[in-house]
């Protein structure tokens, strides 16, 4: 997933939250280092109060009984799964009214989902390589990613979201010009999700033309037995990518456990990149020892020219931004 994707578009575009002084009127609104919203909308006089935390520019849910308990290594970050179901590792659940209102809240969300797509091009020549499959819902409490990712975390429910945004991302692929690759997001706890290797899941069929872009927001030391459940990916045809790679888990050590074909640089080297010396010697060694190992590096975020053609110049592979295409329903176009 971009973080263009998570974090707080500008200029009115999608996803965008809400800002301390665009809350409506029966909105509480706290700042204690943090910009909070408590955003009742949609929600009924006696249902859950949702807190919409913004944390590093990314936007965090929490329902209002979670905030004292919560705990983590990092801010913002997703705790430890505390069990393993058919639905999913959960993170702490909310109780009582909490949990039944965001459980309604994301049934909701669920039933609007569906998926707009962004190009990936090829640096060389600007041709088209792939598409990004990017969760969007209609919902109104639960319309970005990482609000919609963070709920579905706290229920247990990433497994519910994930088979949902496997089956929608697939269903346009007929349309797809051949040999274009779909990239699909994969939370790194549904590498224990049974269905996701099942001859009857609906990527399988196609999963030659598949990559799966392993979204570390838990950690994988939290996932057994990573290496045989890549393999069997492998097996059926799929292709490993790690997405922002040098953010939060997404590290060196994930590349060594999932020997990935693809990596996609974090935008935080990305953005400025024309301008900051030390972020091209960054990107510059990163391209040259991932061309050494035979993957293939990605530099996603793009939103001007300059950082294109630095981009290019340090050898990056692929690209995708803004300034090469905004997502939307299939198949959007590449600016020439």
């Known amino acids: ?138 919902d109104p409490v639960l319309p970005d990613p990482g609000a919609f990712l963070d709920a579905a975390e706290r229920l247990g429910r990433v497994y519910d979201v994930g088979r949902a945004v496997r089956r929608k ?7 797809v010009p051949h040999p274009a690759l779909l990239f699909v997001n994969l939370h790194a706890v549904e590498l224990m999700d049974e269905t996701l290797t099942s001859p009857s899941a609906p990527l399988t069929a196609i999963a030659s033309r598949v990559v799966l872009e392993i979204t570390e927001r838990a950690s994988l030391e939290s996932i057994d037995d990573v290496p045989s459940r890549v393999a069997r990916l492998r097996e059926l045809g799929f292709r490993i990518a790690i997405d922002d790679l040098g953010a939060g888990y997404s590290g060196l050590t994930s590349v060594a456990r999932l020997e990935p074909e693809f990596v996609k640089l974090d935008m935080s080297l990305v953005r400025d990149v024309h301008k900051s010396p030390v972020k091209r010697k960054l990107v510059r060694s990163m391209t040259a020892l991932f061309k050494d190992m035979g993957v293939t590096v990605v530099a996603e975020g793009i939103e001007v020219v300059e950082e294109r053609d630095t981009l290019v110049e340090l050898g990056c592979d692929l690209l995708q931004g803004y300034l090469l295409a905004r997502p939307g329903r299939p198949f959007p176009e590449v600016r020439k």
């Open 1 to 138: 997933m971009s973080r263009q994707e998570r974090a707080r578009p500008k200029n009115g575009s999608e996803g965008k939250g809400l800002l301390a002084s665009e809350a409506p009127a029966t909105s509480k609104v706290h700042d204690s280092g943090v910009r909070k919203v408590l955003d009742r909308r949609a929600l009924e006089d006696d249902a859950p109060c949702l807190v919409v935390e913004y944390v590093a520019g990314e936007r965090v849910l929490r329902t209002e009984s979670e905030r004292p308990a919560r705990r983590t290594a990092k801010m913002g970050s997703v705790a430890r799964p505390e069990r393993h179901s058919n639905r999913g590792p959960r993170t702490r659940r909310p109780e009582g009214k909490d949990l039944e209102g965001l459980e309604a809240i994301l049934d909701r969300a669920l039933s609007s989902l569906w998926m707009a797509y962004q190009p990936i091009v090829r640096a060389a020549t600007g041709s088209l390589f792939g598409y990004e499959a990017l969760l969007r819902s209609e």
């Open 169 to 175: 991302a697939s269903e346009p692929m007929n349309r």
